[in-house]
């Protein structure tokens, strides 16, 4: 069993269906059932609505015990080692929906209709849903189904609720004795019997509240730091309230599977404490001594909760072409150590990749902010086209790139990357054999992913172009004024076939003893001079092919 799992994807994707999926089945907590009607049917585009929908569950991976709770669910299967296994299938279906557009439910276990889940299984499944917009308070609040209120009674034998229930008869015994209770009790008695006359007027008392032991949990309220916890902060308080609800899950013995269900956990808390609670959901899958394994199931659109996430837990909900799609990432067959090494690479920047419907990928800095600002020069909107540009730190597609495709994240993506052939400075129009890399980049294309390939760098193809000399120079000049000035006339004493190669040079392979110009400051130099300043520039064609490509309709 899984037991964090982390769906992400961006909005509206079909996050929050996948957990109304998982209420049809699993025991929905405080907030009841979840009610199935004819509006949740599946509807074309041609406007035919589905005449029902069914929900498969598989529960895998169980323990002997566990295989006699689900017994009248059990289907063999064989494990990659070539030994059976027994998975526990179980069914819901809605369909027929009468006047009022209720539909009606069947359950069933295995592949038979006629084999009903029987209602004791059904609450052998325990589950608590958090909704996204939720009130943490509220389930702390004092009352006979609060969450607090059930861990206290799970937490509690006969001799000790004896105890409890003792000593507050004891203590009501005492508060009766008191002036101001007895003085209360005078007040109260004398004004109900002059309203209703000795014969119809009750026996009244003061004090505490029958004192049996369910009442007493019931009445308990959690305090902060001497505060009353509505008094707490939200964040705060929905820790609070997932503390409570775990302990009461993980204790429950009764139960045959638990699960924890929370939308959007991020919710109210700063990216510190999103680290801390995923943390601690992760630490779930190991339960100390007399507890039980709960299954944990959150929703996000947190790019910083995806990064801080071990991607094995991560599914991706997203929208394709024609349906809604999902990539579990620990399906795909990285290369050895690939997946190790996008874990470390991935960021909040490039957790976007979860969530962006278009994504380019660059090598660096300097493509992020140049990508932009050549967008910019032909009019692009990058992030009206939800298009998200990502570095992946150098050559490192490797890495990211079996998350995209035909067989995988089914969006398109744009790679752009340097041909960087050996040995050779381009004359515009010519396209030299590219390197090995370049190479390994280009046989990754297929319908949703598009290599663009550089004559050689982005900034030699920019220097191919006379006016975008000019503009390169000025933006140097900010940076290294010296240079640029000793380079402008480099350049224009250079024969109009080496001005590329001479400003190239000048600024990326300055040779021994002088330090290259930085590429990402540089590009951002750039970038400015040209959205800010309004300095001229002319987009070199696979760029230009690149950002049509991606935002193309």
Same mark, same amino acid.
């Given at each position: ?41 599946? !509807? ?35 494990? %990659? ?35 009903? +889940? ?21 389930? @702390? ?101 997932? %503390?409570?609800?775990?302990?009461? @899950? ?59 996430? #071990? ?5 991706? +909900? ?5 349906? !809604? ?29 979860? *969530?962006?419907?278009? +994504? ?5 800095? %300097? ?13 692009? #909107? ?7 540009? +990502? ?54 294309? =297929? ?54 190669? !001479?400003?190239?040079?000048?600024? *990326? ?11 990402? %400051? ?18 070199? =064609?696979?760029?230009? #092919?690149? @950002? ?6």
């Amino acid at each position: 069993m899984l037991t964090l799992n982390v769906l992400v994807g961006p909005n509206n994707a079909g996050k929050t269906a996948v957990v109304d999926a998982l209420r049809v089945l699993l025991s929905a907590g405080d907030e009841g059932a979840l009610r199935v009607s004819s509006y949740d049917l599946h !509807v074309t585009d041609a406007g035919a609505q589905s005449a029902q929908a069914t929900f498969s569950y598989v529960f895998a991976g169980l323990s002997k015990s566990e295989e006699a709770d689900f017994l009248t669910a059990l289907k063999p299967t064989t494990n %990659a080692k070539g030994e059976t296994e027994y998975e526990a299938h179980l069914t819901v279906r809605y369909s027929n929906p009468d006047d009022s557009g209720r539909l009606r439910v069947r359950r069933w276990c295995g592949d038979h209709e006629d084999n009903p +889940i029987a209602s004791e299984m059904l609450e052998d499944l325990r589950a608590v849903y958090l909704p996204p917009l939720r009130d943490p308070a509220q389930g @702390l609040r004092p009352s006979r189904s609060s969450q607090l209120a059930r861990l206290v009674q799970r937490l509690s034998d006969d001799a000790s609720r004896q105890e409890v229930v003792e000593t507050l008869t004891k203590l009501d015994t005492e508060l009766r004795a008191k002036k101001p209770i007895t003085d209360t009790q005078a007040a109260i008695t004398k004004r109900h019997t002059d309203m209703l006359g000795k014969v119809l007027s009750q026996k009244l008392a003061v004090g505490l509240s029958p004192s049996d032991f369910q009442r007493v949990a019931a009445r308990l309220a959690l305090a902060v730091a001497d505060f009353d916890v509505e008094q707490n902060g939200l964040g705060f308080n929905n820790l609070i309230y997932m %503390a409570v609800v775990l302990s009461e @899950l993980s204790l429950n013995k009764e139960a045959a599977y638990r699960a924890l269900i929370v939308e959007e956990p991020e919710a109210h808390l700063h990216p510190q404490l999103q680290a801390v609670l995923l943390q601690y959901l992760k630490s779930v899958e190991t339960p100390a001594v007399n507890e039980n394994p709960v299954q944990v199931f959150v929703t996000s659109h947190s790019p910083n909760f995806a990064a801080l996430a #071990d991607i094995d837990s991560i599914s991706c +909900i997203y929208e394709a072409s024609e349906a !809604v799609g999902c990539l579990a990432p620990r399906e795909i067959a990285f290369e050895k150590r690939k997946k190790e090494k996008l874990q470390r690479y991935l960021n909040v920047t490039r957790a976007e990749i979860f *969530f962006a419907r278009r +994504i380019i990928l660059v090598e660096g800095t %300097a493509e992020l902010f140049l990508v932009e600002a050549m967008a910019h020069k032909l009019g692009i #909107d990058l992030r009206k086209h939800s298009v998200s540009v +990502i570095s992946t730190d150098g050559l490192n597609f490797d890495a990211f790139l079996p998350l995209f495709g035909e067989t995988a994240l089914k969006v398109p993506v744009a790679v752009v990357t340097d041909g960087d052939p050996t040995g050779i400075y381009p004359q515009p129009g010519e396209h030299h054999e590219p390197s090995a890399t370049a190479k390994s980049i280009q046989a990754q294309s =297929d319908t949703f992913v598009r290599p663009f390939l550089a004559a050689k760098t982005l900034e030699y193809d920019l220097a191919m172009t006379a006016t975008n000399r000019a503009t390169m120079l000025e933006a140097l000049k900010d940076l290294h004024p010296g240079i640029a000035k000793d380079l402008a006339a480099d350049v224009e004493a250079a024969k109009d076939e080496d001005k590329a190669k !001479v400003l190239f040079k000048g600024m *990326f392979e300055r040779g021994e003893g002088k330090a290259n110009v930085q590429k990402g %400051a540089y590009g951002q130099a750039l970038a400015q001079a040209i959205v800010s300043d309004g300095l001229d520039i002319e987009v070199p =064609d696979y760029l230009a #092919d690149a @950002l049509n490509f991606i935002t193309a309709e």
